[in-house]
């Protein structure tokens, strides 16, 4: 059981002036046991942060504490028809209240969560990562206190979200849209100019702070085909603008062959009339 009241008494997780971020470890799995395929992800998080207090969530525990600490929000919870979307909701209410950093276990830690904290501007309250696709991802949020107002601006919009009658009825749309990738997007995007945001560089976050091991393990048939669709759409974009270009230039090239006839006349006349302006200045030089 991951009883965070106790971890509170014992280690100093709270932000502070000494340590300005709250050191605490979120991981979710629907039971204590982690698959094979994430056992290295999940315990590079520990290696890498030694002093902090590492916490695995199963889907029991996520919902006692949504129904101790969110009581108005337990129905719309256990309403979702998705196990990945009682997921995304419950990260972002164990954020708010607990503060602290929340990975996805296909993410492997590659450095210090106190590195990835000083990269980030101090009166950042929320980092967050860029996905591949767009916007923002929220397969990995650090938090430096509890009761950020950001995560409470995401927290706030659930209920309506899920009650929306505005989005196809399809498993990767729900997902997406209603707690997932686009939704933590627009919700964070409201507090972006204010500098409480801090969104990791693509070149920083790959590579240097994690990798991943492959997960999108709650995709359905419909999320498969949409990602197919955005891979092609990808290439597609790349040969259309080598096709325009090489469209582009083949068309001057016909249009200076066609006119080239008019082209020399052009020019031939050009030269003429310079010619004859400096012969008739030498006979009649100004006064």
């Not at 108005?72 to 309403?79: G, K, V």
């Not at 729900?174 to 969104?199: K, S």
Request: glycine share 6%; aromatic share 16%.
């Amino acid at each position: 059981m991951c009883c965070l009241s106790l971890y509170f008494s014992r280690y100093n997780v709270s932000a502070d002036a000494a340590k300005p971020y709250t050191s605490i470890i979120h991981v979710m799995w629907k039971t204590s046991e982690v698959p094979i395929r994430w056992k290295r992800s999940a315990k590079s998080w520990l290696t890498m942060n030694k002093k902090f207090v590492y916490c695995h969530w199963t889907d029991a525990e996520l919902d006692a504490f949504v129904a101790d600490e969110f009581p108005w929000f337990l129905s719309t919870f256990r309403a979702y028809p998705y196990v990945i979307q009682r997921c995304d909701a419950a990260r972002y209410l164990l954020l708010y209240y607990y503060g602290g950093t929340y990975a996805d276990l296909d993410v492997v830690s590659l450095a210090p969560m106190s590195v990835i904290f000083a990269g980030a501007p101090v009166d950042a309250g929320v980092i967050v990562a860029p996905t591949e696709s767009f916007g923002v991802s929220p397969e990995f949020i650090a938090v430096r206190r509890a009761r950020d107002p950001v995560i409470w601006g995401v927290i706030s919009g659930l209920r309506r979200a899920a009650a929306s009658p505005w989005y196809p009825p399809l498993p990767y749309t729900a997902v997406m849209f209603r707690t997932g990738p686009v939704y933590f997007t627009r919700r964070i995007n409201c507090h972006g100019g204010e500098g409480r945001v801090f969104l990791i560089p693509p070149s920083r976050y790959y590579g240097i702070y994690v990798e991943h091991v492959g997960g999108s393990s709650w995709h359905e048939w419909d999320g498969r085909i949409i990602w197919k669709l955005f891979q092609l759409q990808q290439r597609l974009r790349k040969h259309i603008a080598v096709l325009a270009v090489s469209c582009t230039s083949l068309l001057i090239f016909i249009w200076i062959i066609r006119n080239r006839r008019f082209m020399a006349d052009y020019l031939r006349s050009r030269c003429f009339r310079r010619s004859s302006s400096k012969h008739t200045k030498a006979h009649h030089p100004s006064q």
